[in-house]
């Protein structure tokens, strides 16, 4: 039972264009909502989150859109930059749950 | 100030063998997490450690698979009588003391591979 799904297990973009990846979940318990990123050969890097409370959070490049009533989150990176080239999860816990539940992931790959 | 150090970084064992995998957390963090992902697949939760202490393992197998973090030096995640479906990467995470509201640091994975 996939709780969280990121369906598309890649993503193609073009250097400064807006990248869009996103995710969805069923557990509507889920109350917390985390992005890493991950180089290969390397473990995931926290990039950004957002608490339930929220629809969006912003950090630099990088902003996470949060729609509860449709049980979907993205995350936006304007403008895209080759170092952005890395597998992007999605993950999510609730409030009472320190154990986050993690997709599958979606490579993302910037064009020069 | 080192990150999460795992080691080795690369395992290689033959079925029926052992393997241990070593996880040293961030400075000043005392709570550790164990995740395994298989090809084409998330993270998976194992176990959540802290100093001594087995928080949760709901996420390990009953059989074969144990971990532990002890007052002194690194934790670790033995598999013993290894099987081919133990080939994945494994990753450990640290975060600070409080486990809901910290981010947890990840190490570089270990891989596995049974042969």
């Known amino acids: 039972d996939q709780q969280v799904k990121q369906n598309s297990p890649s993503l193609s973009v073009q250097e400064g264009r807006i990248s869009i990846l996103n995710c969805d979940y069923t557990?509507?318990?889920?109350?917390?909502f985390l992005w890493y990123k991950k180089y290969p050969a390397e473990g995931p890097t926290f990039l950004i989150s957002?608490?339930?409370i929220k629809d969006k959070n912003e950090d630099g490049r990088f902003t996470v859109f949060l729609n509860k009533s449709a049980k979907h989150l993205s995350l936006h990176i304007v403008p895209s930059q080759p170092g952005d080239s890395a597998v992007y999860f999605c993950?999510?816990?609730?409030?009472?749950?320190?154990?986050?539940?993690w997709g599958a992931g979606t490579k993302l790959i910037i064009k020069p | 100030n080192a990150g999460v150090m795992q080691n080795p970084r690369h395992l290689v064992r033959r079925r029926g063998q052992e393997a241990r995998l070593r996880c040293s957390p961030m400075?000043?963090?005392?709570?550790v997490y164990w995740y395994r992902q298989l090809p084409e697949e998330g993270l998976k939760f194992m176990v959540y450690?802290?100093?001594?202490?087995?928080?949760?393992e709901s996420g390990m197998p009953k059989e074969r698979f144990s971990a532990e973090f002890p007052k002194e030096g690194p934790s670790i995640l033995r598999i013993q009588q290894v099987v081919r479906g133990d080939s994945a990467a494994y990753f450990c995470?640290?975060?600070?003391?409080?486990?809901?509201?910290?981010?947890?640091?990840f190490g570089p994975g270990t891989r596995l591979t049974v042969l």
């Open positions: 557990n509507s318990m889920f109350d917390y």
């Open positions: 450690l802290q100093k001594e202490n087995i928080i949760d």
């Open positions: 995470a640290s975060s600070p003391a409080g486990q809901f509201d910290n981010e947890q640091f």
């Open positions: 400075k000043g963090h005392s709570h």
């Open positions: 957002i608490s339930s």
């Open positions: 993950a999510a816990r609730t409030d009472s749950n320190y154990q986050l539940i």
